[in-house]
Each structure stands twice: as C-alpha cells, then as structure tokens.
C-alpha cells in the first residue's frame, strides 16, 4: 500500500485527542513529502543530524520531533527549529535544550522519558528521577523549556500482557508527576506494532514509523 493509504488508515481509527507522530528515520525526503501531500505534518527523527538535513529540504510548516537518544554537543543543531524533545532523560539535557533555546529567544517543548521496559538496553529515568527534577528550584528558573509530559517505549517482546502493563505504568507515573506539574498533558507511548494497546492505556500521542513508511533498511 502507499504511505497516502496507510496513513488513512491509521488515522480513520485515531480517537481525536491523539497525536501521529510520522517517524520517518531512515527514509528518503521523497517519503517524508508523500506523506506531507497526504496532509501530514508531525514528523520524528532519532538521529539530530538527519532531522537537521531533512529540516532544511522539507516544507518550513512541518513539526519536527526528536524522539530518539538526545547528545547533549548537538542539541544546539536542532535548538532553532525542533517543535519537540521527547527523549529527555535528565536534568544536565534540560539545560542544555534551555541554553540553546534561550540563543534562538525560544521556548522548547520536552518530555520526560521514563524508563518501563524492563531491558537495560532502553533509555530512561524513575519516577522518581523525574519527580525530582520538576520539584528542584533550579528546574523553576529555566524559562526556555516546557516539560509537557512524558515518554517510554515498552520492552521489545510479544508479551501483550507485559506491554500493557509497563504502559500503564507509564500512565500512573504520568498522573503523579501532573499533581507536582500541572503542565503535563502528553503521553507519548506506542509504537507501529503497539499503539492500538498504548491507546486504550492513557497514550495521547503514537510514533508510527513502519506502518506508514515500511519496514526499514539499515544497510
Ligand atoms: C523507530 C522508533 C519508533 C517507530 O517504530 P515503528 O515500529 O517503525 O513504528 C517509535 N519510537 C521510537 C523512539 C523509535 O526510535
């Protein structure tokens, strides 16, 4: 099927209040402008650099979102343009994205990324980490940032009752951190193979990279 066609049809089953995030990491600009035509215009990208390079090739209305691993030395790359930092995995990054927003006089969007996969390979801070980070004074003086909610990715299994319930999870560690910032009103979980289950769990926003482009060439 096109990506026209598959982005319809994911998007006939989406509830209002939830956001597709197109992750287009990997794939050709040609791509990313099929799916623009078809009238999408949140993109994802995990690598800085790659969104930086598309950034420049692809229509200036397009939302950019960073959704993988954040370097902090190359955070200022994307300071100028990016619409939103889902991966944010501790107070040092938070600084950096408010310094470089503050030279491009910008407020920039963040999430949380909280870690509910039980593999050490996935990224993340504890709840506890997090509910830390948005009590600390020093965090109330960075006025270039907005943390408006959170992020995880489930473990990489076929488990659903384990998907489901690391993602509700996610949705209760939302919840309690929402009474210290009252700010928050994302959650981000749910990927190509899991975004229908990370729905019906609390998801408000789903990064669907495969089921809209294809599967993925690293070669
Ligand atoms: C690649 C990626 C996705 C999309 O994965 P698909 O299975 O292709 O939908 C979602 N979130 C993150 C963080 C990713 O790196």
Not at 202 to 213: A, K
Request: net charge positive.
């Amino acid at each position: 099927m096109s990506i026209k066609q598959n982005l319809q049809n994911i998007k006939s089953t989406l509830p209002q209040h939830v956001t597709l995030v197109a992750v287009s990491k990997t794939k050709p600009v040609s791509d990313l402008l099929e799916a623009y035509q078809a009238g999408q215009r949140v993109f994802g990208e995990n690598k800085i650099q790659e969104m930086t390079e598309k950034h420049e090739q692809m229509p200036k209305d397009v939302k950019w979102h960073m959704i993988g691993h954040v370097q902090r030395n190359k955070v200022k790359y994307m300071a100028s343009f990016v619409s939103l930092i889902h991966g944010v995995e501790n107070f040092k990054t938070l600084k950096e994205i408010n310094k470089q927003a503050n030279k491009h006089d910008r407020v920039i969007d963040c999430l949380l990324q909280i870690k509910i996969a039980s593999e050490d390979s996935k990224f993340g801070m504890t709840a506890s980490d997090a509910s830390k980070i948005l009590q600390a004074t020093e965090f109330s003086e960075l006025k270039n940032i907005n943390v408006v909610g959170v992020m995880g990715m489930a473990t990489f299994t076929d488990n659903q009752e384990q998907i489901k319930s690391e993602f509700f999870k996610l949705k209760h560690v939302f919840n309690q951190l929402k009474t210290i910032h009252p700010e928050m009103n994302i959650i981000s979980m749910g990927m190509s193979g899991d975004y229908q289950l990370a729905i019906d769990c609390g998801s408000t926003m789903i990064r669907v990279g495969s089921s809209i482009f294809g599967e993925r060439n690293y070669n």
